[in-house]
T-cell receptor, first 115, second 113 residues
Framework: GAVVSQHPSWVICKSGTSVKIECRSL??????MFWYRQFPKQSLMLMATSNEGSKATYEQGVEKDKFLINHASLTLSTLTVTSAHPEDSSFYIC???????????FGNGTRLTVT | DQQVKQNSPSLSVQEGRISILNCDYTNSMFDYFLWYKKYPAEGPTFLIS?????DKNEDGRFTVFLNKSAKHLSLHIVPSQPGDSAVYFC????????????FGQGTRLTINP
């Protein structure tokens, strides 16, 4: 089945630094990828929709200058958390689908801890 | 505005019995529904889905029921196995459009031996 790979699986960084998270579709091309965030014991909240070759579409309340998304190819989308603060500590998950009407496949997530 | 709700944060079921997880939604535009299973520190894994043109979809031990008039869906797992212990999320989307998934809060299912 379709596989989505996310890297790194966990990262610890200091406040004020930037962190890049990669999301790759391994055996299919994804024109659209989605980035989610999950706080402990809460639901997955959509942050943004990453579109290959164009700007990402951000959900209301998500700062696009803080969470930079780049979808440079049909198999790779990156999320960069800029000037990270402790409140950015969370579990970030990317997802993609290989056909228009098909279930989303999720990466294994990235646990970000900002100290 | 929580468009997809899972009102039971946890559920405990004995091994071999049926597990029933419930989900309610408010947006009548949703026409495709999915259930995902999630282990800690991992991404969700797709389990089963159902289109709004159906009221039931079955895949092995998993069956999803959709009641459009009540805006309610449920996931039945029978027989329940210890490996089914996880957090289950229901999600909904609109097929025509961006197809963004809206997730419920999740239900932690524990299967007791």
């Amino acid at each position: 089945g379709a596989v989505v790979s996310q890297h790194p699986s966990w990262v610890i960084c200091k406040s004020g630094t930037s962190v890049k998270i990669e999301c790759r579709s391994l055996d299919f091309q994804a024109t659209t990828m989605f980035w989610y965030r999950q706080f402990p014991k809460q639901s997955l909240m959509l942050m943004a929709t990453s579109n290959e070759g164009s700007k990402a579409t951000y959900e209301q309340g998500v700062e696009k200058d803080k969470f930079l998304i780049n979808h440079a190819s049909l198999t790779l989308s990156t999320l960069t958390v800029t000037s990270a603060h402790p409140e950015d500590s969370s579990f970030y998950i990317c997802s993609a689908r290989d056909r228009r009407v098909s279930p989303l496949h999720f990466g294994n997530g990235t646990r970000l801890t900002v100290t | 505005d929580q468009q997809v709700k899972q009102n039971s944060p946890s559920l405990s079921v004995q091994e071999g019995r049926i597990s029933i997880l419930n989900c309610d939604y408010t947006n009548s535009m949703f026409d495709y529904f999915l259930w995902y299973k999630k282990y800690p520190a991992e991404g969700p894994t797709f389990l089963i889905s159902i289109s709004s043109i159906k009221d039931k979809n079955e895949d092995g031990r998993f069956t999803v029921f959709l009641n459009k008039s009540a805006k309610h869906l449920s996931l039945h797992i029978v027989p329940s196995q210890p490996g089914d212990s996880a957090v289950y999320f229901c999600a909904a989307t609109i097929i025509q459009g961006a197809q963004k998934l809206v997730f419920g809060q999740g239900t932690r299912l524990t299967i007791n031996p």
